[in-house]
């Protein structure tokens, strides 16, 4: 079992920067793939950053490439997700989850194949 914590959210204008944290306990940090997933007040949530368990390989959607940068400190089971020259269309729950199956490596983006998340932070953007 693995429980995750999500910290940092808050509100900031555009342009503004954020640094979300989550923090795991439970079973070994060290070999879960850790994803950031963000859901906005009526879509479907979506896939914002992935980090393998060595930090060696990262994943980023689209949108953020460039602002945001995830990375990971396994002597403190946290995740990190530094967002920058934030937008308002960045608004939303941001939630972190965690897997160590090999289909999660392969497939970051997939928030169905997480099997441990977060209850979520809240990010709003004003402009």
């Known amino acids: 079992q693995v429980q995750l914590v999500e910290s940092g959210g808050g509100l900031v204008q555009a342009g503004g920067s954020l640094r979300l944290s989550c923090a795991t306990s439970?079973?070994?940090?060290?070999?879960?793939?850790m994803g950031w997933f963000r859901q906005a007040l009526g879509k479907e949530r979506e896939f914002v950053a992935a980090?393998?368990?060595?930090?060696?390989?990262?994943a980023y959607a689209d949108s953020v490439k460039g602002r945001f940068t995830i990375s990971r400190d396994n002597a403190k089971s946290t995740v990190y997700l530094q967002m920058s020259s934030l937008k308002p269309e960045d608004t939303a729950g941001y939630y972190c989850?965690?897997?160590?199956?090999?289909?999660?490596?392969?497939?970051?983006?997939?928030?169905?194949?997480?099997?441990?998340w977060g209850q979520g932070t809240q990010v709003t953007v004003s402009s």
């Open positions: 980090i393998s368990w060595s930090g060696n390989r990262k």
């Open positions: 439970g079973r070994t940090f060290s070999r879960n793939v």
């Open positions: 989850a965690a897997d160590s199956r090999a289909f999660v490596y392969s497939n970051p983006e997939s928030s169905g194949g997480y099997s441990y």
